[in-house]
């Protein structure tokens, strides 16, 4: 299993600024998840962070938007870099581990006003 | 590609009575398959999960799916609904247990009990 520890845990940000999102793994693993779920939707995955190479984004997501630094094989950021109301959701950390399924922080709620 | 159908934004039933969330897959490869539960303001934890072997499988919380691998379907069922089941309820899907390879989800649904 994982416990992952995620933060923020919510904030309230001006439209135009950036927030940086933190999320540390209590153990070593090669990949981590970012994922946005937006207000009464399903979760849509943002990148993969690989630690020690550029993340790589999805479809409809940008680096210049949610660049994302992997420093090290517990640690992972997410930035959410000028912000519209648009980008108000939340977002999640996730990992996957030898048992197959994957962990989840409890997510970052933002609200862009 | 992958990708996940719920069907049924929305349930409600009555306390006690049977609980089905209906979930189909599309997958190009044997899918691993799980069911997530979200409650409010909280993260996501694993209710059950299909990785190979026996298609019946149980987990947390009285929860048990089943993979029809001929209907392309991984239904979640509970006999007995309780109060605290109300919560959104997701189905995702994965082409591997790979530490690296990401999972699909469904839109998800959300569940009401009925007193």
């Known amino acids: 299993s994982a416990v992952i520890s995620q933060k923020p845990s919510r904030d309230i940000c001006q439209r135009g600024t950036s927030l940086t999102i933190q999320c540390q793994v209590d153990s070593q693993v090669t990949m981590m998840f970012w994922y946005r779920q937006q207000p009464g939707q399903s979760l849509t995955l943002i990148a993969t962070?690989?630690?020690?190479?550029?993340?790589?984004?999805e479809s409809g997501f940008v680096i210049d938007k949610f660049p994302i630094s992997r420093p090290n094989l517990t640690f992972s950021t997410l930035t959410v870099s000028n912000m519209s109301p648009e980008d108000s959701s939340i977002y999640l950390c996730?990992?996957?581990?030898?048992?197959?399924?994957?962990?989840f922080g409890q997510g970052t709620r933002l609200t862009v006003v | 590609a992958q990708s996940v159908t719920q069907l049924g934004s929305h349930v409600s039933v009555s306390e006690g009575a049977l609980v089905l969330l209906r979930c189909n897959y599309s997958?190009?490869?044997?899918?691993?398959l799980f069911w997530y539960v979200q409650y409010p303001n909280q993260g996501l934890q694993l209710l059950l999960k299909y990785t190979t072997g026996a298609t019946l499988v149980k987990g947390i919380n009285g929860f048990e799916a089943e993979f029809k691998k001929s209907e392309t379907s991984f239904h979640l069922t509970k006999p007995s609904a309780h109060m605290s089941d109300a919560a959104e309820y997701f189905c995702a899907v994965s082409r591997s247990n790979f530490g690296n390879e990401k999972l699909t989800f469904g839109t998800g649904t959300r569940l009401t009990i009925i007193p």
């Open positions: 962070a690989n630690q020690g190479s550029e993340a790589t984004y």
């Open positions: 997958s190009s490869v044997p899918p691993y």
């Open positions: 996730s990992v996957r581990t030898g048992e197959h399924e994957a962990f």
